[in-house]
Structure formats: structure tokens, C-alpha cells
């Protein structure tokens, strides 16, 4: 199998032919080739000048875990900036698979919209993908919704009407801005 097991940062980085690679990665990964581009001696040493997702950022504490990946807390080393980490195991998806989880990635990078969680880059390591996001100090919606006192969860009053309307506005103003970038 040609499957890539080594190192591999999705970001332009400041190499100009990691770039080319990179962009043409970008565009053309149902295309004819695109795999044997990618997996070719120049690619793979431009690859290996990236730094690891471990030489950039140090990870914390597990946030949570779902179905597809866990999710940790890191630490830019270069700035010491908070972001999130989510951890996708690629073991058992087929090359298709990973190659749709790639351009999903791809399609991350180019969003930006203050109600989407914002993209900073992406590693592939030994059989996991990390995607690395801006960090939301205050939680997410999901674990707001889900807080229960009788597990001993923090439990805030019941969100205000107006904040609901709120959050609904801003859950489809986000919704509109992923749907726009299809």
C-alpha cells in the first residue's frame, strides 16, 4: 500500500514548494494521480521539513471524546497560545475515507466567520489526523445544554428567551456560512 504513514502538515508553511504541493493537494484530491503526487520523493521530503503537531504544541488535558476523535487542550510553544486539538485515529478508513477527511480539513481552512469555531492547521501522524482550532474558554453549547446537577454538574439558571433567540441566530448565521462555502 502507498498509504502515508509519515508526517504531513496541511498548512502553506513559509517553503514555497511545500506550498505548491500543498495547494495542489488542495485542489486536486479526486483527481487522477493526485495520490502518486503526493507520495513522490519531492512532496515526501518537503514533508518531513514540516514540524510535528509535538514540536509545535503542547497537549493538555483530554476536553472530551466523541465518536470520531478526542479532543485536548494545547500550547502553541512558539507564542504559548491556547487552542484545542481533536485527535482522529485513522486506522481501519480506507483511503477514500481519509482522503474525504482531508479535504474536510481543507475546506476548514477556508472558513472564517466569527460563529465557526476558527481553523489553525492540521498534522497527519502515524495514523491519526490532529486538527488544531481556536480554544473556547467558556465551553461549548453542547456541554451547556448538558450540564445535570444530579451528576454534580454546575447548573446555571435556564438560558433567558432573548439568549436562546440569540444562540439561534448565531447557530444559522454559521449554518449559512458553511452551506455558502460548499
Given at each position: 500500500?502507498?498509504?502515508?504513514k509519515?508526517?504531513?502538515?496541511?498548512?502553506?508553511?513559509?517553503?514555497?514548494?511545500t506550498t505548491?504541493?500543498?495547494?495542489?493537494?488542495?485542489?486536486?484530491?479526486?483527481?487522477?494521480?493526485?495520490?502518486?503526487?503526493?507520495?513522490?520523493?519531492?512532496?515526501a521530503?518537503?514533508?518531513s521539513?514540516?514540524?510535528?503537531l509535538?514540536e509545535?504544541?503542547?497537549?493538555?488535558?483530554?476536553?472530551?471524546?466523541?465518536?470520531?476523535?478526542?479532543?485536548y487542550?494545547?500550547?502553541?510553544?512558539?507564542?504559548r497560545?491556547?487552542?484545542?486539538?481533536?485527535?482522529?485515529?485513522l486506522?481501519?478508513?480506507?483511503?477514500?475515507?481519509?482522503?474525504?477527511?482531508?479535504?474536510?480539513?481543507?475546506?476548514?481552512?477556508q472558513l472564517?466567520?466569527?460563529?465557526?469555531?476558527?481553523?489553525e492547521?492540521?498534522f497527519?501522524?502515524?495514523d491519526?489526523?490532529?486538527?488544531?482550532m481556536?480554544?473556547?474558554?467558556?465551553?461549548?453549547?453542547?456541554?451547556?445544554?448538558?450540564?445535570?446537577?444530579?451528576?454534580?454538574?454546575?447548573?446555571p439558571?435556564?438560558?433567558?428567551?432573548?439568549?436562546?433567540?440569540?444562540?439561534l441566530i448565531q447557530?444559522?448565521?454559521?449554518?449559512?456560512?458553511l452551506?455558502?462555502?460548499?
Amino acid at each position: 500500500s502507498s498509504s502515508y504513514k509519515g508526517v504531513h502538515n496541511f498548512e502553506t508553511g513559509t517553503n514555497h514548494r511545500t506550498t505548491a504541493c500543498v495547494r495542489w493537494f488542495g485542489k486536486a484530491l479526486s483527481r487522477a494521480g493526485a495520490k502518486e503526487r503526493l507520495h513522490s520523493p519531492a512532496c515526501a521530503a518537503q514533508r518531513s521539513m514540516s514540524p510535528t503537531l509535538h514540536e509545535s504544541y503542547v497537549l493538555g488535558d483530554q476536553l472530551g471524546k466523541g465518536t470520531t476523535g478526542t479532543v485536548y487542550r494545547a500550547r502553541r510553544r512558539s507564542d504559548r497560545a491556547e487552542f484545542v486539538v481533536k485527535q482522529i485515529s485513522l486506522a481501519g478508513f480506507s483511503e477514500r475515507h481519509r482522503e474525504e477527511l482531508r479535504n474536510e480539513v481543507m475546506v476548514m481552512r477556508q472558513l472564517s466567520h466569527p460563529n465557526v469555531v476558527a481553523y489553525e492547521e492540521s498534522f497527519e501522524e502515524a495514523d491519526s489526523l490532529f486538527i488544531v482550532m481556536e480554544y473556547l474558554a467558556g465551553g461549548d453549547l453542547g456541554r451547556r445544554i448538558k450540564e445535570d446537577p444530579s451528576r454534580g454538574d454546575v447548573a446555571p439558571d435556564p438560558l433567558p428567551e432573548e439568549e436562546i433567540w440569540s444562540v439561534l441566530i448565531q447557530l444559522v448565521e454559521g449554518l449559512d456560512h458553511l452551506h455558502s462555502r460548499r
